[in-house]
């Protein structure tokens, strides 16, 4: 009894450990930094150094037990993965497989705990147990930086037309590229975050020394989406050209829309035939319940009288 506590608090401890490193190393809440522009950042130190301490350790787990997985093409893959995500660390790579091999470990120590506490009749069964659990929290993290990546891709997606129109007005009123991308970085914070965040960095690329075609370039690589990859090869080919930036923005704007009234159309005209699948296995089958059960009452009534 005391081995079965121990190996559970052990996994238990691992498990909570790993979703508290992911939250602290790979976090970046939207409600925390909007909060933080509206008060006085007060840095402690004993915080700043715990948190320095947790990097440097995850660092060092993540390039022992990453070594020859984490070189090469494999590492600059994962590493455009975490940047699509909005993890822009430097060593974020090596965090998120320390995650992986802590998230794993404690799965397989939750499993091994209740193999113990059930107690399979087969080893064979017990040793496929623990591989499925030691797999499934190796996989987890991959799971959720992929979901990740999609909520922040559709993000894109949704506020690239608004973001577009504001850049379209600036220009208009005389002011250049670099100054509407700066406009719809100060005004887009609250409203689209990720958009703000994407163009803080081309502009502070631009501010660096970067030409603007390279932090255009580079915005589009950073975002992975279409529409974004679309709009920054339009923007780079108007400069080169020295086509009106303000009319291919809004024939990008016009595009983009009319993109997105196709898409929810096509959503509205598969809507019905979604809406076939509860309706057939779950509204007709009570339906008809309701309907016949009392004429097969009554026909069981006048069979049993007769």
């Known amino acids: 009894m005391d081995l079965l506590i121990m190996v559970g608090g052990g996994a238990l401890c691992l498990l909570l450990l790993a979703a508290s490193l992911g939250m602290i190393v790979l976090s970046d809440s939207p409600f925390a930094a909007r909060l933080s522009r ?13 948190r320095a301490r ?6 060092r787990i993540g390039a022992v037990a990453g070594r020859g997985s984490l070189d090469g093409a494999e590492r600059a ?10 993890f822009y660390a430097e060593r974020a790579a090596e965090a998120f ?11 397989g120590l939750l499993a091994i705990l209740a193999l113990l506490v059930m107690r399979p009749p087969s080893p064979l069964i017990s040793l496929l147990l623990v591989l499925t659990a030691t797999g499934a929290g190796l996989y987890l993290p991959n799971l959720l930086l992929q979901q990740r990546i999609k909520e922040r891709t559709f993000a894109l997606k949704i506020g690239l037309p608004d973001a577009v129109d504001l850049m ?11 100054s ?3 406009r719809v970085q100060s005004e887009f914070l609250d409203l689209h975050p990720v958009i703000s965040e994407h163009f803080s960095v081309a502009l502070a690329e631009m501010q660096a020394g970067s ?5 255009l370039t580079r915005l589009a690589e950073r975002a992975g989406s279409d529409e974004v990859t679309g709009l920054m090869t339009m923007l780079v080919q108007s400069e080169a050209l020295g086509a009106s930036v303000a009319q291919t923005l809004r024939v990008f704007a016009e595009q983009t829309r009319q993109a997105r009234y196709l898409e929810a159309e096509k959503k509205a005209a598969e809507l019905p035939v979604k809406l076939s699948i509860p309706l057939v296995l779950f509204i007709f089958p009570a339906l008809m319940t309701v309907i016949f059960t009392p004429l097969i009452i009554r026909i069981m009534r006048v069979l049993l009288t007769t």
């Open 97 to 107: 497989f320390a995650i992986r091999v802590v998230t794993a470990v404690a799965l």
């Open 38 to 50: 509206h008060r006085r950042i007060v840095e402690v130190a004993p915080r700043s150094d715990r």
């Open 54 to 59: 947790v990097e440097k350790a995850l660092q």
């Open 211 to 215: 030409s603007r075609a390279d932090a």
């Open 180 to 182: 509407g991308m700066q």
């Open 168 to 178: 379209v007005v600036c220009l208009e009123a005389g002011g250049t590229l670099s």
């Open 77 to 86: 893959s994962l590493r455009t993965k975490l940047v699509r995500a909005g």
